[in-house]
C-alpha cells in the first residue's frame, strides 16, 4: 500500500465464529443503514480460509449447545445468517427435524460456519497475520490504530486482489481482538511428531498411520471432552492399539446441561455477573465450571466405560483408564514416547511405551499486550493485573485514547464463563456493533458542535472525549 493506510470503522483481527458473528451484524446493519451511515470494516485472517478446530471434527462428535446458538438467532431469530436458512439451502431442512435433536453434528456445524462466511468473504482477508499494532495520534488523542499485517498464506485479499503487499496496513478507528484461543501443553512439552496437542489430532493421525499402520499403545492425558473423544477415536481407529487415558480425577466427570445450571450462559447472566462483587464472580466460576471445564458428555462417559466393561469380559483390555494419576515424565526417542504414570493415592510409578503421546489439555486465552505494542500501555488494568473491560467489551483505556479496543474472548474475570464460548456469540457481536455506532454518533455529534461554536476552525485544545463518556454513550444505545 502506497501513501495513507485505507481507513475503517472496524478492523478486526481473527475470523473465527466471534468475529465472523460480528462480520454478519455488520452486514445487516448496513444493509438497513444510509449508505452515509455504514460502518467500514475489514478482518483480517491468517488462516489461507475459514476453519474452527479442525483438528478435532470427528465424525460422529455432536455440538455442546444446542443449533439456535448460532451465529445469529439469539441477536436477530429472522436473519438468513441462521443455521435454519443454511439447512434451506442445503435440503436438508426437513431431515433435521426429522433428527429431532438439538445438537448438530460437529462437522457439520463447522460447514454451517464456512457457508456463513462464504456469505461475507468480501470483508475477509484471509492468509494475512497481524504482525503488529500502533497509535495514531491527532491533536494529543490517540484517534486510531494502524494494524501491520504480513502475508502468511492464500492469494486473495478482501477486495479480489491477487497480491497484497509485504508490510500492507490497515488503519482503524476500532480494532476487534478475536485471537481465539491457544492450545494449551504443560510445562517441558512440546509438540513433535508423537507428541500431540489434541487441536492437532486429524492433522497428524494420517501421517502416522501411514508410517506406523499398526501402533501398539497411545496415551492420552486429560479427563474433559476433548480427552474423552481422543480416547474414543483413536481406540476405534486402530484396532489393535491399547489406549491409555491419564488423568488426576477418579473418573471423568459428566457436564452439567441440566436447565437451570444454563442459565449461567444466557445473555442475561452476563448483565448480572458485570455488576458482581469480586467475591460473587469468583464463586459463580467456581460452582458453575462443571458446565464447561473438565467435563463429558454423559453419553460419550457411558460408551467409554460400556468399552471398557465389554473388553474385560471378552479376556482382551486394549481401553485403560488410569485414573487418580499423572503423567510423572515423557521422553521422547526414536521408536516412540518413554511415560511414566504415577498413581497419586499410592506413588507408584508404571512406564508405558507409546507410539504416541496426546495432551487434551485445554486451551488458554492469548494475551492481547503483545500484539498491541506500544498501545498496551494505554490500557487500564485490576488489581490482578488483568485487563478493565467496560459492560461493551471495550477495554478501558486512558482519558487520551478516542478509538476503541474490544475484546471477543479473555473476559471471563468481567463477563463470565460465556466469554469465549458459542453461546452468547451472536449477542456479543450486537453489542460491540451498537457500542461501536454509538460511540461514533456521539463522537460526529462532539465534533459538529465544535464546528457550530467555532465556525472553520479545527479544534486542537479541547479535551479528547474520555472513555467512561464512550462508554456511557454506548450503554445508553443498547438501553434504546
Not at 458473528?21 to 483480517?44: G, M, Q, W, Y
Not at 497480491?163 to 494449551?184: I, K
Request: charged letters at 25%; glycine letters at 8%; one cysteine or more.
Amino acid at each position: 500500500m502506497c501513501g495513507q493506510p485505507s481507513v475503517y470503522d472496524i478492523v478486526g483481527v481473527g475470523f473465527g465464529p466471534s468475529n465472523l458473528a460480528l462480520a454478519i451484524a455488520l452486514a445487516e446493519h448496513n444493509a438497513s443503514t444510509p449508505p452515509d451511515d455504514a460502518t467500514t470494516r475489514v478482518f483480517l485472517e491468517r488462516q489461507p480460509h475459514f476453519g474452527w478446530h479442525r483438528g478435532m471434527l470427528l465424525d460422529d462428535a455432536t455440538m455442546q449447545v444446542s443449533f439456535l446458538k448460532d451465529l445469529v438467532t439469539m441477536r436477530n431469530p429472522t436473519s438468513e445468517f441462521s443455521f435454519l436458512c443454511y439447512l434451506q439451502a442445503k435440503e436438508r431442512l426437513v431431515d433435521f427435524i426429522n433428527y429431532k435433536n438439538l445438537f448438530p453434528l460437529r462437522v457439520e456445524f463447522h460447514d454451517y460456519l464456512e457457508w456463513a462466511a462464504a456469505k461475507v468473504d468480501d470483508v475477509v482477508t484471509y492468509g494475512h497475520e497481524v504482525v503488529g499494532v500502533r497509535p495514531v495520534w491527532e491533536g494529543g488523542a490517540l484517534t486510531a490504530f494502524d494494524v501491520r499485517v504480513r502475508r502468511a498464506s492464500g492469494p486473495r485479499d478482501a477486495q479480489g486482489s491477487e497480491e497484497v503487499s509485504q508490510g500492507a496496513v490497515y488503519r482503524a478507528r476500532n480494532l476487534v481482538l478475536g485471537t481465539g484461543l491457544r492450545p494449551y501443553l504443560p510445562e517441558g512439552a512440546t509438540s513433535s511428531r508423537r507428541i500431540w496437542h489434541s487441536s492437532e489430532l486429524l492433522d497428524k493421525v494420517d501421517n502416522l498411520a501411514a508410517a506406523t499402520p499398526s501402533p501398539e499403545r497411545f496415551v492420552v492425558v486429560g479427563s474433559g471432552q476433548s480427552a474423552a473423544e481422543v480416547t474414543a477415536y483413536l481406540h476405534g481407529r486402530f484396532p489393535s492399539a491399547e489406549v491409555c487415558g491419564v488423568f488426576s480425577r477418579y473418573g471423568y466427570s459428566p457436564a452439567d446441561d441440566s436447565a437451570f445450571a444454563n442459565r449461567i450462559f444466557d445473555p442475561g447472566a452476563v448483565d448480572e455477573f458485570f455488576g458482581a462483587p469480586e467475591d460473587v464472580k469468583r464463586k459463580l466460576l467456581d460452582y458453575h465450571a462443571n458446565t464447561n471445564y473438565s467435563v463429558v458428555d454423559i453419553d460419550l462417559i457411558d460408551e467409554l466405560y460400556r468399552r471398557v466393561y465389554q473388553e474385560r469380559v471378552l479376556g482382551n483390555q486394549r481401553l485403560r483408564v488410569c485414573n487418580a494419576s499423572r503423567v510423572a515424565e515423557v521422553v521422547e526417542n526414536p521408536s516412540g514416547v518413554r511415560t511414566v504414570v504415577e498413581s497419586l493415592t499410592t506413588g507408584d510409578k508404571e512406564v508405558l511405551d507409546a507410539d504416541v503421546v496426546v495432551y487434551a489439555t485445554g486451551y488458554q486465552p492469548a494475551d492481547p499486550a503483545g500484539l498491541l505494542g506500544d498501545v498496551a500501555r494505554h490500557l487500564r488494568r485490576d488489581s490482578a493485573e488483568r485487563l478493565s473491560v467496560g459492560r461493551d467489551y471495550r477495554v478501558v483505556t486512558a482519558p487520551e485514547v478516542r478509538a476503541g479496543i474490544y475484546l471477543q474472548g479473555g473476559t471471563e474475570h468481567t463477563h463470565g464463563i460465556t466469554s469465549s464460548l458459542l453461546s452468547n456469540t451472536a449477542v456479543r457481536a450486537g453489542e460491540i456493533l451498537a457500542s461501536v455506532a454509538a460511540t461514533g454518533r456521539a463522537e460526529r455529534s462532539e465534533q459538529s458542535a465544535e464546528r457550530s461554536v467555532r465556525p472553520g476552525e479545527r479544534s486542537s485544545g479541547g479535551q479528547p472525549a474520555t472513555r467512561e463518556y464512550a462508554v456511557s454513550a454506548a450503554s445508553a444505545s443498547s438501553a434504546s
